[in-house]
């Protein structure tokens, strides 16, 4: 990471904060804000859990296979087929069965929205990248689970939803073995690490949050010592670049600008977007960890120059990489995708370029073979 100062950035483009708290209400510097469910608030947010592929889940037809976990309970799942349609069982009702009503079949889209209560909760949950497959004796289905619902309410008039985004039943502000859970503020997609310590509007505030999620204690925080965050990408592609510390976590796209508590930070996710294509960036095994210095403007060793990793091999005259195993590795060692160049995929086929030496041997957009 290197400290520059604003004239040394040119004509890149600084990550500001934005203006969805302008307007709002000064809240009190101490209090509690009361949460009520809400099975909507996070039906397009993206999440750490969702980047960073938790919640997996495999069922089947065969009794020997797991459920899929949600709010801190197993909840009964199993997988048949009918013709050439095969169906999904889940147990909405939280009954212990799967009655004629609850089965339903999984559509060419590969996503599910399923609400339903367990152990008097309620929840909502979508299940994305299904992949199913049968044979005689058995059913199989994977994906992953994500949660939609959340727990909302207000604070100065800026909206803040906690997601049980680990799905184990209760909020926590300590990331666990399947990640932790989240938090929203404000008209934001990305939902960031939920911590001690975040920055709500303009005002940074230590909270607590119940462990059942029906109330947050907040206290202003007004002694830190910041430092600013940036981060250089072409206009308009950045979404989201989620940073978390010790006890805080913050998106550096709203909070950078106005500064975030000096300390260590380790990438958690992020996400660029050019024209109809959205790719998902994560740590890689090398990405540092960011120190932020405070009174200083934090530039961030990410994004550009960017690498194409991929497996080659050779057979029969021919060169020939998989199609589904190329990544786009940034500076900070931060991982893009998942990319798919096969046929129905995210991203066009590249155009693959042979050397002898210095001389250009061959020069072809990737084929399918």
């Known amino acids: 990471m290197r400290h ?8 890149m483009v600084l990550l500001a904060a934005t203006s969805l708290t302008r307007g709002a ?56 087929v009918s013709g050439r349609t095969i169906y999904l069982g889940f147990d909405r009702s939280g009954d212990g069965t799967i009655s004629k009503t609850e089965w339903s079949p999984i559509p060419l889209a590969k996503t599910m929205l399923i609400s339903g209560k367990a152990n008097g909760k309620s929840y909502v949950i979508r299940l994305v990248n299904l992949i199913a497959s049968y044979n005689r004796t058995t059913v199989s289905c994977w994906g992953q689970a994500l949660i939609r619902s959340s727990m909302k309410g207000a604070l100065g008039g800026i909206p803040v939803r906690i997601l049980d985004d680990d799905m184990d039943g209760k ?6 073995g399947r990640g932790g859970d989240a938090i929203l503020i404000g008209g934001s997609g990305a939902a960031i690490p939920l911590r001690t310590m975040h920055r709500i509007g303009k005002e940074l505030y230590r909270l607590k949050v119940a462990e059942d999620g ?16 940036r981060a250089i990408f072409p206009a308009n592609t950045m979404q989201s670049l989620v940073l978390a510390g010790k006890d805080c976590a913050f998106d550096v796209r709203t909070d ?5 508590p000096a300390g260590p930070y380790m990438l958690v996710y992020g996400v660029v977007s050019r024209s109809s294509t959205t790719l998902t960036f994560r740590p890689g095994r090398a990405t540092p960890q960011y120190d932020i210095k405070d009174g200083m403007i934090n530039t961030l060793r990410i994004g550009k120059p960017v ?19 190329v990544s786009i590795v940034g500076s900070g060692s931060e991982i893009y995708g998942p990319l798919n160049f096969t046929r129905g995929g995210n991203i066009r086929p590249p155009t693959v370029t042979m050397l ?14």
Do not use: E, H
């Open 214 to 229: 029906s109330s947050i204690d907040y206290q202003r925080v007004s002694d830190a010592a910041l430092g600013q965050v």
């Open 171 to 176: 909020f926590s502000q300590t990331p666990s």
């Open 356 to 369: 002898n030496g210095a001389t250009v041997a061959s020069s072809t957009n990737m084929k399918y073979g």
């Open 4 to 11: 520059l100062t604003i004239a040394a950035l040119g004509t």
């Open 256 to 260: 950078g600008l106005a500064g975030i």
């Open 307 to 325: 690498r194409l990793n991929f497996a080659a091999r050779y057979g029969n005259g021919k060169v020939g990489l998989s199609a589904s195993s």
């Open 25 to 80: 209400a000064k809240a009190a510097s101490s209090g509690t804000i009361k949460l009520t469910y809400d099975s909507r608030g996070a039906a397009r947010a993206r999440t750490p859990a969702w980047a960073s592929g938790y919640n997996r889940f495999s069922v089947g037809s065969s009794s020997s296979r797991m459920g899929i976990k949600v709010a801190g309970t197993t909840i009964k799942t199993s997988a048949r």
